[in-house]
């Protein structure tokens, strides 16, 4: 049974969530982390009450309209909670409110937005530290699971949200226990193949890229529509493995499914030994709730994570729940990298190449991983991690476009004729192509979530201070794999071709702040994302990992919360 707080069932979401007692367990957040958790847990009769702070929206609320998504229809707003950015400048560290890390304020979180390009971790980024030794200024560490134990889980997320492609083999394909993935690949852009003859003529490994995006209906998922409004916007058809989607549309009927939407978590109660006893909301008007639970998983995003927790006060927790070792909140990482273009004058093109980077639609799905481990004495003196390379399309947003194209040379603001002319030359006689690079941001002391000493979201609560320095290290990997990016796509045969590489943190694919690890004096969790000082209290969202890792971390973050899913259920011992 569903709970929504939404205006057209606020009466009915009161009396509901009043008559819950105790459940077998409360779930924080219904994004990639926390879906997987009510999914499992729901499906094997346990009783499970999900908060999510957003609204519970469907497949024909998620229009084409690029405004609908940039003017943060989906998201928080920025008067009523923020967080506090603090980054390096040329004098220091700069500070600034922000609502930049607001990824997905909605049933299903930032799952809704993802383009689903889907890599598995290396079985070396498991043990970044014994593998390529220690940086300094680095806050390194093996992981205390391996992707043996990650393995079959990265399997069941190609089953169970849905995961489309083709294996095909190269040089750093990690190790799988079935052979191909589940539903055959998306359509393909034309363009793949001027990509792969370039790549393989400079001795490079085109790789086809694996998408949780469904090429073929399942249950009530219809398949991919190839509209193009894909990366950033919601899916209409359902073929996008949201948690929302593929999991949570798929247990919202349960009786012993509860899902509490506009409901913003802010405290979790713990008594004399340091287990938590239940988690208080506040719903729409601002009414305080409470769920009591036998076992409480936080699955809010890393920052709203690690605030939630230190927030968290109790009894044995008087800094926040876990943080007897200050490890709340620390080693926090973006997604290092940086971008690059192929721009193509179709003037410059026969008719057949120029209408082929016309179509829109299909996806491109190619990536390079040939850099994932870069073995360049002369750049960096021995083996080191290294990273990925996607390239895409973006998708459609004429909007932003023009309004980025009304500024000429020197920020002069161009009118009339020299205006029209230079809209017309973007839209009608040039195709933008780019590429991602992603490799790891290294965790470090610089870069890190506190609660702000004076700021207060709209509830009264301290806010979160993201610090997000990063380590020079970083950057220059990054460059090394923007300038092969470059290389692509001149062979490609564009006219201009430009990359850059960059400090400033991404605004989705933030992980760490609660690390897992075995010392509770390094770490903030335990093996199984259990926090240290605690025995049921969870964190399943991307707070858990010590390294990101060169690709977007979803996949990761959807196959240990199946993960600890089936730990939870060991720990409840059998269905309540």
Not at 128 to 149: K, M, Q, R, V
Not at 169 to 193: C, G, M, V, W
Not at 195 to 222: K, T, W, Y
């Amino acid at each position: 049974m569903t709970i929504q707080s939404d205006s057209q069932s606020d009466s009915q979401s009161d009396s509901k969530s009043d008559s819950v007692k105790t459940v077998d367990i409360c779930v924080i957040g219904s994004g990639a982390g926390g879906g997987p958790i009510a999914y499992e847990l729901a499906k094997a009769g346990y009783h499970v009450v999900v908060l999510e702070k957003g609204h519970w929206y469907r497949e024909s609320d998620f229009k084409k309209d690029e405004m609908l998504t940039r003017r943060g229809v989906f998201r928080s707003k920025m008067a009523e909670e923020r967080h506090i950015l603090v980054e390096p400048d040329s004098d220091g560290w700069n500070e600034n409110p922000t609502d930049e890390f607001w990824g997905g304020n909605i049933v299903g979180g930032a799952s809704n937005f993802m383009s689903g390009y889907f890599h598995r971790l290396k079985p070396e980024d498991f043990r970044l530290l014994s593998e390529f030794g220690p940086i300094e200024g680095a806050n390194l560490t093996d992981w205390p699971i391996s992707y043996d134990d990650l393995e079959p889980y990265y399997t069941k997320v190609e089953s169970v949200i849905g995961v489309s492609g083709k294996v095909v083999k190269h040089p750093n394909l990690e190790p799988r226990s079935t052979a191909d993935f589940p539903h055959p690949p998306t359509n393909e852009h034309p363009i793949a193949q001027w990509f792969d003859q370039a790549a393989s003529e400079l001795g490079f490994h085109p790789l086809p890229m694996a998408r949780a995006i469904l090429s073929e209906p399942v249950n009530e998922r219809r398949s991919c529509e190839y509209s193009g409004y894909c990366g950033s916007y919601g899916c209409r058809s359902g073929a996008k493995g949201s948690s929302r989607a593929a999991l949570l549309n798929q247990i919202e009927h349960l009786d012993n499914c509860q899902i509490i939407t506009q409901a913003k978590a802010y405290q979790i109660n713990t008594d004399q030994k340091g287990n938590a006893t239940s988690v208080d909301y506040f719903d729409q008007q601002g009414n305080t709730h409470q769920i009591r639970a036998k076992i409480v998983a936080v699955a809010c995003y890393s920052m709203e994570s690690s605030r939630l927790l230190l927030s968290s006060y109790g009894p044995k927790h008087p800094q926040g729940i876990g943080n007897r070792y200050q490890q709340i909140g620390k080693n926090l990482h973006c997604c290092a990298g940086g971008t690059g273009h192929g721009i193509f004058d179709l003037s410059q093109l026969n008719s057949s190449q120029a209408n082929d980077l016309k179509v829109r639609g299909p996806f491109f799905n190619r990536a390079l991983q040939d850099w994932y481990f870069i073995d360049d004495k002369k750049a960096f003196g021995k083996r080191i991690k290294g990273g990925t390379i996607d390239f895409v399309f973006d998708p459609p947003s004429p909007t932003a476009e023009a309004n980025n194209l009304k500024w000429g040379n020197n920020d002069e603001l161009l009118w009339g004729s020299p205006f029209k002319q230079r809209l017309k030359s973007h839209f009608t006689q040039s195709k933008d192509f780019k590429f991602e690079v992603f490799c790891d941001w290294l965790p470090t002391d610089n870069c890190h979530v506190s609660l702000d000493a004076t700021e207060k979201d709209k509830w009264g609560s301290p806010v979160a201070r993201v610090k997000v320095g990063y380590h020079p290290h970083d950057l220059k990997v990054a460059q090394y794999i923007v300038d092969k990016g470059v290389e692509v796509m001149k062979k490609m045969g564009a006219q201009n071709y430009y990359g850059n590489a960059f400090t400033s943190p991404t605004s989705n694919l933030i992980a760490g702040g609660l690390r897992f690890g075995r010392n509770p004096k390094t770490s903030a969790l335990d093996s199984d994302c259990r926090v240290h000082g605690t025995d049921n209290v969870f964190v399943t969202d991307g707070s858990f990992m010590p390294n990101g890792g060169s690709i977007t971390p979803t996949w990761t973050i959807y196959a240990n919360a199946f993960r600890i899913a089936d730990k939870i259920k060991q720990q409840l011992g059998g269905k309540s």
